[in-house]
């Protein structure tokens, strides 16, 4: 007889271990791509990105996703409150603060091995079946997002099942794996002690991208315990450059990924005189304007109360007519 579909903490455990590996991420078989040839400068601005990464670097990752004028704009933003970049390029991103308050409550150990034990410890068969029913939601919804373009639809259908499959033969079902893996992740989150817009915000985007990178280090030590290396994927990225346009190029990148060989298309645009991952600025940009418009909105707000009182007390002093 076939279990059921797990219960939601089984789908958001192994939802969570599966769909944290999505970082420049595609599969096309292809020639492999020479490892001692020159780097590009586009090649080496992704390989630098992927080094910041696997060194737990979220500040130098932020530093060099944008232009330095960028960035300090970047900054303002999640100083105002109207931005939490690059924490929003995450996997899941909505899910980033209820994930930390719920690995950061006191009795959270205690809690979380109690789920485990209950509704997935020894059920291979209901993870695997869980895997695979989220392989085939992601493809479906990946179909039916209409802001990637038909490449980055295909690029993302294909990790999907690759992450799907890892998933499925992962011992994701292991008590003393979990222990472990739930002790690691618990501990870090308290340090970090970034569970709330209120901290996020008292730390600064700079501050609270340092306090992370501890725990980015945690959840991929975690990861690999389960056979998914995402050191090795970053470490081991290869690049070369496609064609560039004046400031436009296109970079084939390949690295290793849960056993298998990935192969992607990255677009680059040169701004400023350096190269940055074409959707990211394209983010970024629109995560700008938008702070800009709101910011706007609310100093003219401002500005029409400072008015008001002005002439509510203006009024006020005037001498009566007689």
């Given at each position: ?33 020479d ?50 970049w ?8 909505g ?8 690995l ?6 205690q ?60 011992p ?44 980015a ?64 600025l ?32 203006d ?8």
């Amino acid at each position: 007889m076939s279990m059921p579909l797990m219960p939601g903490r089984c789908r958001e455990w192994v939802l969570a271990l599966s769909f944290c590996g999505l970082v420049l991420l595609s599969a096309c078989k292809r020639d492999q791509i020479d490892p001692d040839a020159p780097a590009a400068e586009p090649v080496a601005a992704l390989r630098q990105l992927a080094r910041h990464v696997a060194d737990n670097d979220l500040v130098g990752y932020a530093q060099a996703s944008v232009p330095p004028a960028q960035y300090d704009r970047l900054q303002a933003a999640w100083a105002q409150g109207r931005s939490r970049w690059p924490l929003t390029e995450l996997p899941l991103d909505g899910q980033f603060l209820p994930m930390m308050a719920a690995l950061s409550r006191p009795d959270a150990p205690q809690r979380l091995q109690r789920a485990f034990d209950a509704q997935i410890a020894g059920q291979a068969t209901g993870v695997r079946q869980a895997a695979h029913s989220m392989g085939l939601f992601g493809v479906q919804y990946l179909r039916n997002q209409s802001d990637y373009s038909d490449t980055e639809r295909a690029h993302y259908t294909q990790v999907v099942d690759a992450l799907s499959r890892w998933a499925a033969a992962a011992p994701l079902t292991d008590k003393q794996r979990a222990r472990t893996t739930i002790t690691l992740l618990t501990a870090t989150a308290r340090t970090a002690a970034l569970s709330t817009e209120d901290q996020l915000q008292a730390a600064g985007m700079e501050g609270s991208l340092r306090r992370l990178g501890p725990f980015a280090k945690a959840f991929k030590t975690a990861l690999a315990s389960y056979g998914l290396s995402l050191d090795t994927a970053l470490t081991e990225l290869r690049g070369e450059l496609v064609s560039q346009q004046g400031d436009t190029a296109v970079v084939r990148i390949q690295y290793p990924l849960a056993g298998e060989q990935i192969d992607a298309q990255v677009r680059m645009t040169r701004r400023d005189g350096h190269w940055y991952v074409t959707r990211t600025l394209e983010d970024t940009d629109a995560l700008l304007q938008a702070a800009d418009a709101a910011q706007a909105e609310h100093d003219a707000a401002k500005a029409a109360e400072a008015e008001a009182a002005a002439a509510v007390k203006d009024g006020a002093s005037a001498p009566a007519k007689p």
